[in-house]
């Protein structure tokens, strides 16, 4: 069993990492930081024993994403599972006055997710055997004007797994989107919230079970999926006046 | 970009409490986009926070959590030479290597503890009189230095850079990494011997008997006065042998279920350790071992972090906070300044909750490294304030006489005279940092407090 990770260096991508890890797989860290996923690497086979390495991986680069699959595949063997941890806030203001910032966060966000699902998939149906995960986010439920360049991209990547989904499923492979609301990362540093934020280590840990169980759209914490569900209900009329 | 958040930090004792530029790089490039964007307010690691006072508290000035820094980096099996980030902690080293026979060389009374404290504090465990601190087993440490550069130093490259950064507070760089060897061992169980001692020449007696023990540590109950004083419960132990096999049975079982809920969730009232509480723990926590000593085979957990079960236990001392006061004296014939100690401390009516007391072994690592042959002993007190304060004065005089000091990893309150007298290498330990970090990009509230680095007295 072989996890390919993308988008590496995050803690929630490493600490699944480490779930896979410890579940005996072999795992291949890809990240833009290669230094860093060499650690990671690194890192999983001094804890897990087990073989891992690492490489470069760039959601822009569209161009080398099935070359990286082919690479990981002629390291490890067949990638039974794939992670998606990649993405880019980036910054609403910015991504507003210059179209090169909004085009960046909607590129690493949902036109490199497409590529290197859609290389994955072709590789997974070939076999009938494989599990994708779409880390995503609740942001993606509903564009808001604090981040909805964004969520806009989360969202539609979060269309797009549900397609992949229904068209991988009578292949035999598996998507799940992973929505997460607060975790305690890099992107909530320092955040002040009423909400509890979850640790990186709990969301690994449900998002390593939900694939297991083959959950179709996993919100973490959980919770979230009730705060969405009151927040996808208001209607536009009274919603395009709200500050969220 | 480094990002920065404004909290209040504060070390084990909750004492003192001070407010500071917080960041908690995850990758090595944010450790040096955070390096970066340093000011003149200094820089300072801060890794579990178990230091007990202002070690690794830096007022005002910027403050790096390494605890996310703590990918293990290589392992070589036939050795156990293990390479990891600072963050890496105890607890991480246990759960790795435990079921494949390796142990951390040295452990404190806490397995929530990094690797970068450990040798920033050179820490020692309950096997120092055999095996030392833990620089006694590192032989190599990858640093950030002030200047920018990343300096790899051992005792062939940069010794004294080395030399200074074992027990160096902290203040000779930002570790990133080092090379620590780890420790074969059979089983998680460790054959252990409870001894009642009666008084403190018996405490001697049991210790100087107990050669053949890896680990040694004593309670001492600090209250009691008279032909009594100094008795206690002596703790000694080894790592199983191969035939030697352990059972968890029915306690070890409750422990794991009940773990999640030993927590000390709010402050304790004020009220709660006072003299009366104080008096009637030490007397119960001694009357429950019977007279003489006792055998057994128990897990490494209780063993060696009997604390660790109940999470937060620092709490119970309320918002106040507590000192903790560990000193170490030379071994004396009549053991003098130890009695003066307790003497000090029954007469002044402020109870220490939970003593212990340990024979050092030979191994003293010089510059501000702090177990030195002879005696330590560690009190806790409750914050009780300015009678706490000039008590604690009255100890250090009688350490400073005796020749002795006090561990700087515990320590929120020395003077910096009376820490020169107890640290005589501390002059040549600054002129190594000062060449080093000669503008003071690396700073700590106990170094400015005891003129250990730039900003302070």
């Known amino acids: 069993m072989t996890t390919l990770v993308l988008g590496a260096t995050s803690r929630i991508a490493q600490q699944i990492a480490q779930r896979y890890a410890e579940s005996g797989d072999k795992v291949f860290v890809a990240a833009r930081d290669v230094e860093e996923a060499e650690r990671i690497a690194a890192d999983l086979a001094v804890r897990h024993q087990v073989k891992a390495l690492a490489g470069r991986f760039d959601a822009l680069a569209t161009d080398d994403h099935s070359g990286l699959i082919d690479h990981v595949e002629a390291e490890l063997g067949p990638v039974t599972t794939a992670i998606l941890a990649f993405g880019d806030m980036g910054d609403q203001d910015r991504s507003q006055e210059s179209f090169a910032d909004a085009k960046r966060v909607i590129d690493v966000n949902y036109t490199g997710a497409v590529s290197i699902c859609e290389a994955l998939a072709a590789k997974m149906t070939s076999r009938g055997a494989g599990t994708i995960v779409g880390v995503g986010s609740v942001a993606g ?3 808001r004007k604090s981040n909805y360049i964004y ?5 539609a990547f979060g269309l797009y797994l549900q397609g992949l989904r229904n068209r991988l499923h009578s292949e035999g492979v ?3 989107t992973a929505k997460l609301g607060f975790v305690d990362t890099r992107m909530t540093y320092g955040m002040a919230t009423k909400i509890p934020v979850a640790s990186p280590e709990a969301a690994s840990a449900a998002i390593f079970e939900a694939a297991r169980r083959r959950v179709d759209v996993l919100y973490y914490p959980s919770f979230w999926r009730a705060i969405m569900g009151v927040i996808k209900g208001i209607p536009e009329k009274a919603f395009k006046r709200l500050s969220l | 970009m480094a990002q920065w958040t404004e909290r209040e930090l504060w070390g084990w004792g909750r004492y003192p409490r001070v407010p500071a530029r917080v960041g908690r790089p995850e990758r090595r490039s944010e450790v040096m986009a955070a390096f970066a964007d340093r000011d003149a307010s200094g820089l300072l690691a801060h890794g579990l926070g178990r230091s007990y006072g202002d070690a690794a508290l830096l007022r005002d000035g910027k403050v790096l959590l390494t605890r996310r820094l703590d990918r293990m980096l290589a392992f070589d099996p036939e050795t156990g030479w293990l390479r990891c980030e600072a963050g890496v902690s105890i607890e ?3 759960e790795t290597f435990v079921p494949r026979g390796w142990f951390p060389p040295v452990t404190p009374g806490t397995k929530f503890v990094t690797v970068g404290g450990a040798l920033a504090c050179d820490i020692h465990g309950k096997n120092h ?3 030392g601190c833990w620089s006694n087993h590192v032989r190599r440490v990858e640093l950030l230095t002030a200047s920018g550069d990343v300096v790899i130093c051992d005792a062939q490259n940069e010794p004294e850079l080395f030399k200074a950064t074992v027990g160096g507070m902290g203040l000779t760089g930002l570790m990133l990494s080092m090379e620590v060897q780890l420790v ?3 089983s998680p169980w460790i054959e252990m011997e409870s001894v009642r001692v009666e008084n403190l020449d018996h405490f001697f007696e049991v210790s100087a008997e107990s050669a053949d023990f890896t680990h040694t540590v004593s309670w001492i109950d600090c209250v009691t006065t008279g032909k009594g004083m100094g008795r206690g419960i002596f703790m000694r132990g080894r790592h199983a042998r191969p035939h ?7 306690v070890g079982v409750a422990k794991d279920v009940l773990a999640p809920f030993l927590d000390v969730p709010v402050d304790g009232p004020s009220w709660l350790l006072n003299k009366a509480s104080i008096k009637t723990f030490n007397e119960v926590y001694f009357r429950r071992h019977p007279k003489g000593s006792h055998e057994s085979v128990v897990h490494f957990e209780p063993f060696f972090y009997p604390l660790d079960a109940i999470r937060n236990w620092n709490r119970i001392y309320g918002k106040r906070g ?8 030379p071994r004396e014939p009549d053991h003098r300044s130890l009695r003066a100690v307790l003497e000090a401390i029954t007469s002044s009516g402020m109870g220490s909750f939970l003593a212990v007391i340990k024979e050092f072994g030979a191994q003293d690592n010089g510059g501000l490294s702090f177990p030195m042959p002879g005696v330590t002993l560690a009190l806790d007190f409750a914050n009780y304030g300015d009678p706490l304060l000039a008590l604690l004065d009255r100890l250090d005089r009688i350490v400073v006489e005796a020749g002795g000091r006090v561990y700087l990893g515990k320590d929120a309150r020395l003077e910096p005279d009376t820490f020169r007298a107890m640290y005589p290498d501390w002059k040549a330990w600054r002129d190594v940092r000062d060449t080093w970090d000669p503008t003071g990009v690396f700073r700590s509230d106990l170094g400015r407090r005891l003129g250990l680095c730039m900003g302070g007295v």
């Open chain 1, 141 to 143: 439920d509903r564009g």
């Open chain 1, 151 to 155: 969520g806009s991209a989360k969202g």
């Open chain 1, 174 to 176: 598996h998507v799940m």
């Open chain 2, 92 to 94: 991480d080293i246990l």
């Open chain 2, 129 to 131: 009189h055999v095996d």
């Open chain 2, 184 to 186: 074969p061992i059979h």
């Open chain 2, 244 to 250: 030697i096999d352990g059972n968890e049975g029915v």
């Open chain 2, 322 to 329: 507590f000192l903790q006061y560990q000193l170490v004296v």
